[in-house]
T-cell receptor, first 112, second 117 residues
Framework: DSGVTQTPKHLITATGQRVTLRCSPR?????VYWYQQSLDQGLQFLIQ???????AKGNILERFSAQQFPDLHSELNLSSLELGDSALYFC???????????FGSGTRLTVV | AQKITQTQPGMFVQEKEAVTLDCTYD???????LFWYKQPSSGEMIFLIY??????QNATEGRYSLNFQKARKSANLVISASQLGDSAMYFC??????????????FGTGTRLTIIP
């Protein structure tokens, strides 16, 4: 167990639907990052939160949004899902100003 | 913009041999960090090794070492005495940090390593 918990592990949903992916960071880590891994795009950075505030944005679609709550867990919301959104979504966490990233085991999203 | 290049899509190596996975990077930032991650078929991302741009010595972690050549902008991973369990996808990544605390990892396309018994 890496200390970063992602739920659910697998998710199958239909096009046009909305889903929420959840991430609990490692104890004490203030930064949370979301990454998408797909066959055609590879591993891409989506967004970073630090202690509840959005810090950096990558190639995140407008249909996607995220937030980090006061207890530091984070949620990634994906709406109006398309077949191309099928991917493995990773959450990672790190302490402040540290390279000690820890990845969760990922949520595998399949859009049918 | 930062860029990571891994030119070996796949490699086959005999068990117990050493293997070098190539990674080159491009950045204009003087301060950066380089990572290697292993992704087995189960999908999780496993941290292997880290090298900071100001580190004087090459990083080592058990059977893993990072051959860091700053002038050439390369950060190759060397796995000594390969084992069957080393069969996996390997990703090189670079850490970018801004003055405002924004940070992200940029990943290469990966190398699929297969160890042959």
């Amino acid at each position: 167990d890496s200390g970063v918990t992602q739920t659910p592990k697998h998710l199958i949903t239909a096009t046009g639907q909305r889903v929420t992916l959840r991430c609990s960071p490692r104890s004490g880590d203030l930064s949370v990052y979301w990454y998408q891994q797909s066959l055609d795009q590879g591993l891409q950075f989506l967004i970073q939160y630090y202690n509840g505030e959005e810090r950096a944005k990558g190639n995140i679609l407008e249909r996607f949004s995220a937030q980090q709550f006061p207890d530091l867990h984070s949620e990634l919301n994906l709406s109006s899902l398309e077949l191309g959104d099928s991917a493995l979504y990773f959450c990672a966490s790190s302490p402040w100003d540290s390279y000690g990233y820890t990845f969760g085991s990922g949520t595998r999203l399949t859009v049918v | 913009a930062q860029k990571i290049t891994q030119t070996q899509p796949g490699m086959f190596v005999q068990e117990k041999e050493a293997v070098t996975l190539d990674c080159t990077y491009d950045t204009s930032d003087p301060s950066y960090g380089l990572f290697w991650y292993k992704q087995p078929s189960s999908g999780e991302m496993i941290f292997l090794i880290y090298q900071g741009s100001y580190d004087q010595q090459n990083a080592t972690e058990g059977r893993y070492s990072l051959n860091f050549q700053k002038a050439r902008k390369s950060a190759n991973l060397v796995i000594s005495a390969s084992q069957l369990g080393d069969s996996a996808m390997y990703f090189c990544a670079m850490r970018e940090v801004s003055n405002f605390g924004n940070e992200k990892l940029t990943f290469g396309t990966g190398t699929r390593l297969t160890i042959i018994p």
